[in-house]
């Protein structure tokens, strides 16, 4: 399928709903509502949520690769090691910051709440508020790129970095001075040299952070 401005268009239409579905079903609001009203969803509303965003996904990247065309740009020669090798330290750190995670509990295969009582650092959380979308950013800007990706790479840009203001919103809310502290000293998504905690002082911050649950 050739990529006209009406298809990429579309694309990016995909995109935008699939983004606003997903901020949706991640809301406070409605969990609450659904806590308050449907028990038995609730138990299992992360598994849900986790098979939601899955299914939704297919739509927008399934056009992507139906749009695949003529690369924009494409690396080559000592530029193809580097974006690679960055995609894959880049996929590294990621299986490694979930070391400090529940991953059952994040993808739902845990019933029941999954509400953490204090912040969760990993060593990247030390030099970057959010690294699981740093690395996204590296993943998405290492790939060759014709219309559709470079479609698909700018709309998924725009909501990593909408999706970071969300969620610092959520975590100031839920953590308090705790996570104003960290955010104060931490970027939010590129990490630089000279702004960074130490484990000591991410250590205090998580402990200061602590919630006791309900």
Request: charged content about 15%; proline content about 6%.
């Amino acid at each position: 399928m050739t990529a006209y401005p009406s298809s990429l268009g579309l694309l990016a239409f995909l995109w935008f709903l699939y983004f606003a579905l997903h901020s949706f079903t991640a809301s406070h609001w409605l969990k609450q509502r659904v806590a308050e009203r449907y028990q038995a969803i609730n138990r299992h509303y992360r598994l849900i949520y986790v098979v939601v965003a899955c299914v939704t996904l297919i739509p927008p990247v399934g056009l992507m690769w139906m749009l695949a065309g003529e690369p924009l740009w494409a690396w080559r020669g000592p530029a193809f090691w580097t974006a690679n090798g960055l995609a894959l330290l880049a996929l590294a750190g990621f299986w490694h910051s979930t070391r400090v995670y529940d991953m059952d509990a994040f993808f739902g295969l845990k019933a029941g709440p999954t509400e953490q009582t204090s912040l969760r650092l990993s060593p990247a959380h030390r030099f970057v508020r959010h690294p699981w979308y740093f690395y996204g950013l590296i993943i998405i800007w290492t790939r060759d790129m014709d219309a559709a990706r470079l479609t698909s790479a700018v709309c998924l840009t725009l909501y990593i970095l909408a999706g970071s203001r969300l969620e610092d919103r959520k975590l100031l809310i839920e953590y308090g001075s705790a996570y104003r502290l960290y955010r104060e000293r931490v970027p939010g998504l590129i990490p630089r040299p000279w702004r960074y905690i130490t484990h000591c002082e991410a250590r205090d911050i998580v402990a200061a952070s602590h919630r006791p649950r309900a």
